[in-house]
């Protein structure tokens, strides 16, 4: 299915869209065969042990493994996986996500990104120079894949104004058991971005949240509403070649994957280019080069 005119309009009321059969049955068994190679090719002497950090109050990196992956397919692991320094299930199942540069080094996601598909929903958005930034397959294996608590994509991925838009594609049926997305309805119209996570001022391989003054996104422009007291989360079930679009300023979350069953998606990121994005974003690509022109 394209993405319409009433999937514009559910984008800009709620901040979240849900495209169904975005990718065909054949495009979903190719995209989850190459995952099952990377995840068998995982080999954990060949890379840092790395965990990716999902409750409240630790989502600051601190590595430089983690600093480096804007170009590269780099593994990131389960906390539930490791336990001092040592992985305690089988390497395949280890993998919190692979990322960031998925969309640059793997040609099959590479296709997918700059899809003419993908280019029709930056048009309709408004995106007059889309760029293309922190890719991801995210694995949420069974038992140990971690909840990912409530967040704004903008938070992360910074342009002055916000202007950062999630594409997340269901590789895998993602239901309630096996942690599909929650997010607030109409959040990004209430809820600015008030904060960034930016490379430490330190120098060293270290983020830190900082504060900023209260800012809303251009995209799409709908004007800020009244604050409510009380927002309540909607439940994002979605077959597997769904696209889930989501606004870099709505409210999301997922929860801990306590199913038998794996949760495979793969997500990308577009941001305005004519928007400034700074050197303290912790994503940098290197030697200054530009993001990925979409």
């Not at 793997?106 to 280019?119: A, C, G, Y």
């Not at 910074?158 to 942690?179: Q, R």
Request: with cysteine.
């Amino acid at each position: 299915m394209s993405f319409n005119s009433q999937h514009l309009d559910t984008f800009a009321r709620d901040g979240c869209a849900v495209v169904e059969n975005f990718l065909s049955i054949s495009e979903v068994h190719d995209l989850r065969e190459r995952i099952h190679e990377l995840l068998t090719e995982f080999e954990p002497t060949e890379h840092p042990t790395v965990t990716f950090p999902t409750s409240p109050n630790s989502q600051v990196i601190s590595d430089q493994y983690f600093f480096d992956s804007s170009i590269k397919a780099s593994y990131f692991l389960e906390q539930h996986a490791v336990h001092e320094g040592k992985l305690t299930v089988d390497p395949s199942k280890a993998v919190n996500k692979i990322g960031h540069g998925i969309h640059i080094v793997e040609p099959l996601f590479k296709e997918l990104t700059h899809s003419d598909r993908v280019k029709h929903i930056a048009r309709m958005l408004g995106f007059q120079d889309p760029r293309v930034l922190q890719s991801m397959v995210i694995c949420k294996q069974p038992g140990i894949g971690g909840a990912v608590p409530m967040h704004q994509d903008s938070t992360f991925l910074f342009t002055d104004p916000p202007s950062a838009c999630g594409f997340w594609i269901a590789l895998e049926d993602c239901t309630l058991d096996n942690g599909c997305l929650h997010f607030v309805p109409g959040s990004h119209r209430t809820n600015p971005i008030t904060r960034r996570m930016v490379r430490s001022s330190t120098g060293t391989a270290e983020t830190e949240f900082i504060d900023i003054e209260p800012v809303f996104s251009l995209y799409p422009l709908t004007g800020e509403l009244e604050h409510k007291e009380k927002q309540d989360t909607r439940s994002v079930q979605v077959k597997a070649g769904s696209l889930v679009l989501i606004h870099g300023q709505v409210l999301h979350m997922s929860s801990h994957n306590h199913s038998p069953k794996s949760r495979w998606i793969y997500t990308f990121h577009i941001v305005e280019g004519l928007h400034g994005y700074d050197q303290r974003n912790w994503l940098q690509m290197p030697n200054n080069a530009p993001l990925t022109t979409l």
